[in-house]
């Protein structure tokens, strides 16, 4: 049902932006007998254009993963109370994001500060695609602001990290493909009787496994002599067999976190993937360079426009 809306949603776009268009031919034919104004065009146009503009930007989520929920988790720096009162207002910021667009959040872990604020928090937040656009909050977020915990009002430098990565269901189907499975047969050795010599129970499974990531090809060898019932033990070869399947997937997955954790940076200044400057009224982006005045609505959670800007410029790569 899942994979039925997503292709469903795209075809509703289409079709959207199909309609809208042949409607602006319509009225751009009425404007040039008189039966329609150029404003009414201009704005017909308009609407065409955001349809297109929503579809392309949509576009730049083709990973596999970008479909899927994710975990983000926010890390303060150092910096003590004003570094932890900053990770909270991320939180905050976040959620309110997540509710805006019906998300649902979960928070998983949470680590108070020591006098306000948070030390470090783990958010499970729920929905489709919710990882394909929080992926481009990966990094670390600077603030300057006159800190409310500074007796002389100075001006002071935060920074928190956040980290986002897709959640994937704990459940890993395993798929064995009968054309690349055979079987041997061969007498049992050792110990057991008359039995284990004279009947072909053990059991040798040869599997032909192709890397669905790498596309290296090996062959795997299970042999199974567990007991004197051949068919108990081809089940338990095909057990064994799965499980290391199980751990091949499990190991890839791991390797793909590991490449999201190698490109986290520190928590420090000149790393920054966005600047909060209260004083000034500007949150910029240092990635896209694009940047907005309208700080409190951002700090509601109105990061759109910075999440598209970098889905635009870095969602193909």
Request: aromatic residues 8%.
């Amino acid at each position: 049902m899942r994979q039925l809306r997503d292709v469903k949603s795209w075809v509703t776009a289409y079709d959207a932006i199909v309609s809208a268009n042949d409607d602006l031919g319509v009225l751009f034919d009425f404007a040039k007998d008189g039966e329609a104004t150029e404003e009414e065009v201009d704005k017909q146009y308009d609407s065409v254009i955001k349809l297109v503009e929503e579809l392309e930007f949509r576009n730049m989520l083709h990973e596999e993963a970008d479909s899927m929920s994710c975990v983000l988790k926010i890390n303060s720096g150092a910096g003590g109370t004003e570094s932890q009162d900053w990770a909270e207002m991320l939180m905050r910021m976040y959620m309110r994001y997540a509710e805006d667009h019906g998300y649902k959040v979960r928070i998983s872990n949470i680590l108070d500060g020591d006098d306000a604020g948070i030390k470090s928090v783990t958010m499970e937040i729920d929905g489709d695609y919710a990882y394909g656009y929080l992926k481009s909050e990966n990094g670390v977020h600077r603030l300057v602001r006159v800190s409310p915990f500074n007796a002389q009002g100075k001006r002071m430098t935060s920074f928190s990290s956040v980290f986002v990565t897709p959640l994937i269901d704990e459940t890993i189907e395993i798929t064995i493909d009968p054309s690349k499975l055979s079987w041997d047969t061969f007498r049992s050795g050792g110990a057991g009787g008359q039995n284990v010599n004279k009947v072909e129970s053990g059991v040798r499974l040869r599997y032909q496994y192709k890397d669905p990531y790498t596309g290296v090809e090996e062959e795997i060898l299970i042999e199974n002599t567990e007991t004197r019932d051949q068919p108990k033990n081809k089940e338990n070869a095909l057990r064994l067999l799965k499980s290391q399947l199980y751990d091949k997937e499990l190991q890839h997955r791991m390797e793909e976190r590991n490449k999201i954790e190698a490109g986290k940076k520190k928590i420090e200044w000149g790393s920054q993937i966005r600047s909060y400057v209260m004083d000034d009224r500007r949150v910029k982006d240092h990635r896209t360079n694009y940047q907005t005045s309208n700080v409190q609505g951002v700090m509601d959670g109105k990061i759109d426009e910075f999440i598209k800007a970098y889905l635009m410029e870095f969602g193909q790569k």
